[in-house]
């Protein structure tokens, strides 16, 4: 059973339906129920002219038989069915439980390319993306493997980019971050790789900006103008 609320906004405001599938405990039954989760977000200052529905995606960790590609394929049909301006993947696709059998990035991204926007499908790489391959013990590449699933996929990695895009005439501004945590700098110490001034800079109107990151350490920086 797939919970399906009311998604239309009154007036202006962004709306996200959040498949948000953080990490799971191998405690978790392999069928636990999929539940569709709307937000209606009303950032200060966002035009009353501009409605957006975006789907986010977040924490799939990719692995057998918890989040086999199958099950990725029917995320992506439900993601398609809530009709969403955009589609956001907010990182984690690599698989993220020791003692799993490995879903390789071609087929997760072959299970994600069914997703469909008219405004397009973006994506952000996560932490684990960096840290290591298809399951924990498998060596990272620097997120490399991942970045080739997705452009395989025909998602849009930002990485300290932005793209700006209009729905109706109404332009915003679509931000992303790459990972805060990408690098092992010691025992629970990370570099990142993000870099939100340069990012923002690039931002050449006054248009309202939307701001992808995996870790939610960075929005208290981020200024008023970013949703």
């Known amino acids: 059973m797939i919970t399906r609320r009311a998604l239309?906004?009154?007036?202006?405001?962004?709306?996200?339906?959040?498949?948000?599938?953080?990490?799971?405990?191998?405690?978790?039954?392999?069928?636990?129920?999929?539940?569709?989760?709307p937000y209606r977000v009303s950032p200060a200052g966002w035009p009353a002219n501009l409605s957006l529905r975006?789907?986010?995606?977040?924490?799939?960790?990719?692995?057998?038989?918890?989040?086999?590609?199958?099950?990725?394929?029917?995320?992506?049909?439900?993601?398609?069915?809530?009709?969403?301006?955009?589609i956001v993947l907010l990182g984690d696709f690599s698989g993220g439980v020791v003692f799993a059998s490995r879903v390789m990035p071609e087929q997760w991204a072959e299970a994600l390319s069914r997703l469909r926007a008219p405004l397009g499908v973006y994506a952000i790489l996560g932490n684990h993306d960096w840290w290591h391959g298809a399951l924990p013990q498998d060596p990272g590449d620097g997120g490399e493997s991942v970045r080739r699933a997705l452009r395989h996929m025909g998602a849009?990695?930002?990485?300290?980019?932005?793209?700006?895009?209009?729905?109706?005439?109404?332009p915003?501004?679509?931000?992303?971050?790459?990972?805060?945590?990408?690098?092992?700098?010691?025992?629970?110490?990370?570099r990142g790789q993000d870099d939100l001034p340069g990012t923002l800079a690039k931002i050449t109107d006054d248009a309202p900006a939307i701001l992808l990151a995996h870790e939610p350490f960075i929005f208290s920086r981020a200024p008023k103008r970013v949703g």
């Open 156 to 170: 849009k990695l930002l990485e300290n980019d932005v793209r700006r895009l209009s729905k109706n005439g109404a």
């Open 172 to 190: 915003f501004w679509l931000a992303g971050l790459a990972d805060q945590m990408a690098i092992s700098a010691g025992p629970g110490h990370w």
């Open 54 to 86: 975006i789907v986010a995606i977040s924490d799939l960790h990719a692995c057998e038989p918890w989040m086999p590609a199958s099950r990725i394929a029917r995320i992506a049909d439900i993601a398609n069915a809530l009709a969403p301006d955009l």
């Open 8 to 37: 239309m906004s009154r007036g202006g405001g962004l709306l996200l339906a959040g498949a948000a599938l953080a990490s799971y405990s191998i405690v978790v039954e392999p069928n636990f129920l999929l539940d569709v989760t």
